[in-house]
């Protein structure tokens, strides 16, 4: 328990923390060496903390796992037993704890979104408690790739966040994103925000200034996506994330496809033509479609993916699969595709004909 008393007030005391590693014992020395003179947290043995950054002791770990899974425990039945507001923080302080030493420990997350829930409505600070907890996932997915506990949790925070702060989730989860394209957990997010900004967007009181933003939100989507799959070559998420987007333009911004407008109220500046669209996604895959290097596999998967986005795309507009034919040589379509999936030779001639 002291160990978790002295890792809790290290948290506590420098709440910038932003990575936590486990370190060897036999390193503690080099650190403590290293920023002598410095202002890190170090008691030379089990913890060091520096620049909002946190090693704890190997060592450490097992006795500090066991002491935070009991004190959360405790604080769970005495909270369920009581129903005292004041037992929130220790919920909240022990969850924290143990989930940082076990990321994917699920009735820890679950006690969270009970917290959260029961103070959403009597809490006037419920959006810095949202930031905050958004914040704590994205540390801990730093840490423990593609965790779905820990990425379902902060799709559940959308629900609670206001309008402003979904947007500001949407700019500031960029950079993070951006880092690490093929964790497909982080679009799922964005997708989830997105999806928020379209709900909000139909409200009676949505103002026609709204719509605009809205429809420049997904525009920047777009490019940015865009940009993306060209940096970072045959990156499957990415490719997923330009399929919802697609269909976001299709099911909500169209009234109709050859005249598309978010809504009735727009600018004719806001409006997305048809084939102005159509002829964007067919130009990423002519850049996309070229493989400089048959032993290099990731761009026989860009180009596997290209292709199967633009049949997709075909599929889902399927009254319109003529102006398809007319823009885009199917052929080579075929060709491609039974070129870099040749096992899949069969359902490509079933599906292009």
Sequence with gaps: MDLLLQFQHILESDPLIDEMGFVHPTQFATLTEDSTGDTAISDGTTFWCRDH??????????????????????????????????????????SRALLLLSSDFGTAWNSRRWVIKSISGKCSALQEILGKESELVEKIAERSKMNYRAWNHRCWLVSYMTREQVLHELKKSRNWVALHVADNCCF???????????????????????????????????????????????????????????????????????????????????????????????????????????????????????????????????????????????????????????ERSLLWDSLID
């Design 188 to 342: 799922h997010y964005r997708r989830r925000l997105i999806l928020r900004i379209l709900k909000d967007s139909k409200l009676e009181n949505a103002s026609p200034g709204y719509f605009v933003e809205v429809s420049e939100v997904w525009k920047e989507e777009l490019d940015w996506n865009e940009m993306l799959i060209k940096r970072y070559i045959g990156r499957e998420a990415l490719w997923l994330h330009r399929r919802f987007l697609s269909l976001c333009w299709m099911k909500q911004f169209a009234t109709n496809l050859h005249d598309v407008s978010y809504h009735s109220e727009l600018k004719t500046s806001t409006s997305i033509n048809f084939n102005s669209f159509i002829d964007n996604e067919l130009r990423l895959l002519n850049s996309c479609s070229t493989i400089p290097d048959n032993d290099f596999e990731d761009f026989q998967a860009q180009a596997s993916y290209s292709a199967t986005y633009i049949l997709w795309l075909t599929k889902q507009i399927p009254e319109f699969w003529f102006e398809f034919q007319e823009k885009l040589a199917i052929g080579n379509l075929k060709t491609m595709l039974s070129k870099v999936c040749p």
């Design 53 to 94: 950054k946190l090693g704890v002791s190997t060592q450490a770990v097992l006795p500090l796992y066991n002491a935070a899974k009991r004190a959360f425990i405790a604080a769970m039945e005495e909270y369920k037993r009581l129903g005292d507001d004041g037992l929130e923080s220790e919920v909240m302080k022990h």
